[in-house]
């Protein structure tokens, strides 16, 4: 039987097999591609066999990759990329990661170190007060007890006592009663008290004093209670009632009115030691001795005497030094011994004092009248210089007086630097002002700076504000 001839045993077949491909020597690679290319497009699959580059981490490892007819897409799979871009995006997600990371750290810090500063902020307040200085010159006038709106003044007066023992020699004997001084004092009484010689007054040991003379205690008033001075003497002789003014205790109590109701409205109050109660022999004391001892006690007096006087001067009274008269005493021996006498000599000083208000308002009412009631402070008035009229002089008895006064008062605006800290607390920086402008009758400007700067708010504790002061003066 005939063999039966196919048409492809006519003609040759285009189909080539893998073994009529002819490869470039020179360019394997490019031949291998370009070939691959033409065979995809015919539908021929042809495997492929690429060698890959030392870089890829598995090395000497073959693939074969196979190209698709049917394969339309240009897009490249993420496992074809090259490993270096890759490597690329990982590297550059890392760096985001960390400068997000140090922005967050960043952020968290500042967000500390503010909320620490809070509550580390200190506030400094400069408070400006209102001053003005007043000169004074000029001849007052003052009278005892005066209402106002007349100038007014009071009466105080002590005595002082010093004594030098010396050398004495013995000439008969002698028997002396002990000598001082005292103020009788009328409490709260609107009446006057007369008060006869020989008023019984006993101390705190139950020794007893008699008056001297007969005086008047005079009314007490709203002011200052009625005061009156008295010499008073030992009511037997010897040296027992011989005592200093430091170790007297208590007041004087008239004997007559102990017990009753008026011993707590009229009382007595030593002012001087007792001194010169003896009983032995009498000691005579040479002239040219006696002489440079009274000159020394007098010397002495003049000095010690002002200063006792100003220390009982009352709380909110002033005396003026040139403003007070002593009155010196002979001396006298007491003999203390055999061989030696006790020298004494007392002074009697009388001052004027004025309550401080009633001179300040004297002096620079207009001007205190520009600060609130109470809420100012009136400097210098010490300091001024007080001169009486020629010809006056001071005593008990007197009962008016003038005088001239020279120098500068300083008026100055008050706060309560507690009250400020208290309405500031917790307020912003920017209410301040609506605080201090309550004060613009005394304050004349104020500034709050806080630390550190950025912190706009006062702190709310009293103990992280400071207030400093200070004064802005205006000469009138």
């Known amino acids: 039987m005939p063999t039966k001839k196919i048409i492809q045993d006519i003609l040759p077949s285009k189909r080539r097999s893998i073994r009529d491909v002819t490869l470039d020597k020179e360019s394997p690679k490019k031949n291998s591609e370009s070939s691959a290319a033409n065979r995809a497009d015919r539908g021929i699959r042809v495997p492929i066999h690429l060698e890959h580059k030392a870089e ?24 074809t990329l090259p490993k270096e871009s890759r490597g690329g995006k990982k590297k550059k997600t890392g760096q985001n990661r960390k400068w997000f990371l140090g922005g967050i750290i960043i952020v968290c ?9 809070i509550f580390l902020a200190r506030a400094k307040v400069n408070i400006t007060l209102k001053s003005e200085n007043v000169p004074i010159s000029g001849t007052y006038g003052a009278v005892k007890s005066a209402q106002s709106p007349n100038l007014s003044f009071e009466t105080i007066s002590t005595t002082t006592m010093a004594h030098v023992s010396v050398s004495a020699s013995a000439q008969g004997t002698v028997s002396t009663y002990a000598r001082g001084m005292a103020i009788l004092i009328n409490a709260s009484s609107p009446s006057a008290q007369n008060i006869t010689a020989g008023t019984h007054l006993s101390d705190g040991r139950g020794l007893i004093y008699k008056t001297v003379s007969s005086v008047i205690i005079p009314a007490a008033t709203s002011k200052s209670a009625g005061t009156v001075a008295v010499k008073i003497t030992a009511d037997a002789p010897g040296p027992s009632y011989n005592s200093s003014l430091t170790s007297l205790k208590g007041d004087l109590s008239i004997v007559a009115w102990q017990g009753t109701a008026k011993a707590k409205i009229f009382y007595g109050r030593m002012t001087s030691d007792m001194t010169g109660g003896s009983s032995g022999p009498k000691m005579t004391v040479g002239s040219a001795t006696l002489s440079a001892t009274a000159a020394t006690l007098s010397s002495n007096l003049s000095l010690s005497a002002p200063q006792v006087l100003q220390s009982i001067v009352p709380i909110g009274y ?14 006298t021996v007491t003999s203390t011994g055999s061989t030696t006498a006790d020298i004494s000599m007392s002074a009697f000083v009388t001052g004027i004092i004025f309550k401080k208000s009633d001179l300040e308002n004297t002096l620079a009412k207009n001007q205190i009248a520009q600060f609130p009631a109470d809420n100012y402070m009136v400097n210098g008035l010490d300091s001024l210089v007080f001169a009486p009229i020629s010809g006056q002089t001071f005593s008990i008895a007197t009962t008016s007086i003038k005088f001239t ?23 912003p920086l920017s209410a301040s002002n609506s605080v201090f402008s309550q004060y613009s009758s005394v304050i004349s400007g104020a500034q709050v700076s806080i630390v550190p700067f950025w912190i706009r708010t006062i702190p709310s504790s009293p103990k992280r504000i400071s207030i400093v002061i200070s004064t802005s003066t205006s000469k009138n």
């Open 56 to 79: 890829v981490k598995r090395s000497d490892t073959k693939r074969d990759i196979y190209s698709s007819s049917t394969s339309t897409s240009t897009s490249t799979s993420p496992s």
């Open 109 to 117: 810090c500042l967000v500390i170190v503010y909320a620490s500063s």
């Open 318 to 331: 002033i005396l003026y030094p040139k403003a007070s008269n002593i009155i010196l005493s002979s001396t």
């Open 405 to 427: 006064l020279t120098g500068t008062l300083n008026i100055v605006g008050l706060i309560d630097t507690s009250t400020i800290k208290s309405q500031l607390e917790g307020k």
